[in-house]
């Protein structure tokens, strides 16, 4: 099934140079503020910048995926209330088709401290609903047509769900593992590309990026295994043993909001792998993408396609 999958998925891309790209996860509101540094305890402190954006991995990378020109899809949860109404707004402005379903609490949001001083962040965050069969049994409607699946893992009910469908129809997934929870693990042995932190990799095998890289594809993955390594790019294996890894390079930037970078690098990538390519130009695609977002506040770096080639000329 998977096999055959991949064949239709590459007939879709030639045939239409829209790809369609879904989005199965986490998204939220984020409120940014810029100051100087931390303020102390019981202090008054006047932001410097401000900006309310769309965030979490499923709701950025939607974001990212759509600028470089893929028809782009959520699947998300939400509570009620002013923070889903800003979200929802936030998504549709975008031009992501979002199929939300919506629970009777306080929606997700988040208030996001950037001290200039050291270039760090601090999130205090509220997070979304949980998904359950009422999520679940929009699945198959929601993945018809699409060529490329990003799942956030932060839900394991959902993401379960999810590659049982996307597997069912032969849709290519990318899943990102985050630092890593009790069921990451599980899910891996199902998706077709999987990015990890190297924090991650080691966690779970000991190993630098390289050789953890290499002993997890196969069990961990179907096709690419990609270790992210901050501003020394990444490696990545498509199959065992060293003549089969290969590296990305980071793109030197100066750093002005490094918020929502991952969210970007996974959605920009699963944008390049729709569009049918390797793996090398995916990661290349993803870390441009990244980088060119951290060189702005909030959102207003994440590139469109003609930003993206412009910046790589």
Not at 45 to 55: K, Y
Not at 216 to 237: H, I, K, M, Y
Request: charged share 20%.
């Amino acid at each position: 099934m998977l096999e055959r999958g991949r064949q239709r998925h590459g007939r879709r891309t030639q045939m239409n140079r829209r790809p369609v790209v879904a989005m199965i996860g986490m998204a939220t509101v984020d409120y940014l503020y810029v100051l100087d540094d931390y303020p102390e305890a019981d202090s008054v402190a006047p932001a410097l910048e401000h900006r309310t954006v769309v965030g979490g991995l499923a709701g950025r990378g939607a974001i990212a995926a759509a600028r470089l020109g893929a028809a782009t899809r959520l699947l998300a949860t939400c509570g009620t209330g002013e923070h889903a109404q800003v979200l929802k707004r936030g998504l549709a402005a975008e031009g992501v088709d979002c199929t939300w379903v919506t629970y009777d609490r306080p929606s997700q949001h988040s208030a996001v401290i950037l001290a200039r001083a050291g270039a760090t962040r601090t999130i205090i965050w509220l997070p979304q609903p949980w998904a359950d069969e009422r999520v679940v049994e929009r699945l198959p409607a929601f993945l018809e047509g699409v060529d490329v699946a990003l799942l956030d893992g932060t839900d394991e009910t959902l993401a379960s769900a999810a590659l049982d469908e996307c597997e069912k129809r032969g849709v290519a997934t990318v899943i990102d593992t985050g630092s890593g929870r009790p069921w990451t693990q599980s899910l891996l042995g199902r998706v077709d590309h999987v990015i990890a932190p190297e924090k991650y990799v080691l966690n779970e095998t000991g190993h630098t990026a390289e050789e953890g890289a290499s002993e997890l594809w196969g069990d961990s993955c179907r096709a690419v295994f990609g270790v992210t390594q901050g501003q020394s790019g990444g490696v990545f294996a498509t199959g065992k043993g060293p003549a089969r890894l290969q590296r990305w390079a980071a793109v030197p930037v100066r750093a002005v909001d490094s918020c929502g970078a991952g969210d970007t690098f996974h959605g920009a990538y699963a944008w390049a792998l729709a569009m049918g390519h390797a793996p090398a130009e995916c990661f290349a695609t993803a870390a441009w993408s990244a980088a060119l977002k951290i060189s702005e506040l909030g959102n207003d770096g994440i590139p469109t396609l003609a930003q993206l080639t412009e910046a790589r000329a």
